[in-house]
């Protein structure tokens, strides 16, 4: 485990890394929740176990105690101290896919170009808030230029983003928690990953 100085308070970092690792993959948890969510800690075997190394990122928030997530500014000022900090030491500038669970993805959508990565993977991405789909957060999507994955429950509440060119859209049972069928989460990135980094 790894503090970082953010210009926001301390950030914790948790490394699993990959022997000979082909890239890392960095990845944030959801608005209430933490970096051992079911779907981010079976996302994290994958990667190991196809050698890419993982850091998971606990938001200063969260490792201050608080449950309620700042306004996005202060999340992504954070997460690309992170992202800079962990690029230059503990990933050694390996090819970078960032991503994250929920609110965490729409984090590395939103600074995935600023974090100089080469894909985006995002788990249960809450394309706009239960019952309002008025209040998409499509943009945040279309605005990333580099491959995409979105694993999405076939019931999330939150929405269900649509593929495009470069961004592939994976349906698995259950609903945002994306627990009701792990296997099916771990399979699609595992299928995703080796077309990114070769």
Not at 31 to 60: C, H, I, N, W, Y
Not at 73 to 86: G, I, K, M, S, T
Request: proline share 9%.
């Amino acid at each position: 485990m790894l503090e970082i100085d953010t210009p926001h308070g301390p950030a914790r970092t948790h490394l699993h890394n990959a022997e000979q690792p082909l890239g890392a993959v960095i990845l944030g948890h959801g608005a209430g929740g933490g970096v051992d969510a079911p779907d981010l800690m079976a996302v994290t075997e994958v990667a190991r176990s196809q050698r890419f190394s993982v850091a998971l990122v606990e938001q200063p928030y969260r490792v201050a105690g608080k449950r309620s997530s700042p306004a996005a500014p202060r999340l992504d000022a954070a997460w690309n101290a992170v992202v800079e900090r962990l690029r230059v030491d503990s990933l050694g500038g390996l090819p970078l896919i960032v991503g994250g669970r929920s609110a965490g993805a729409r984090v590395a959508c939103r600074t995935a170009a600023d974090c100089d990565a080469i894909a985006v993977l995002c788990l249960a991405f809450p394309l706009h808030p239960p019952g309002r789909p008025e209040k998409t957060r499509q943009p945040e999507l279309d605005a990333v230029k580099m491959p995409v994955l979105v694993v999405q429950g076939d019931r999330d509440q939150f929405g269900k983003p649509s593929a495009a060119a470069s961004r592939t859209v994976v349906t698995v049972p259950g609903n945002h928690s994306l627990r009701k069928d792990l296997e099916a989460v771990a399979d699609a990135v595992r299928d995703w990953l080796p077309r990114i980094v070769r």
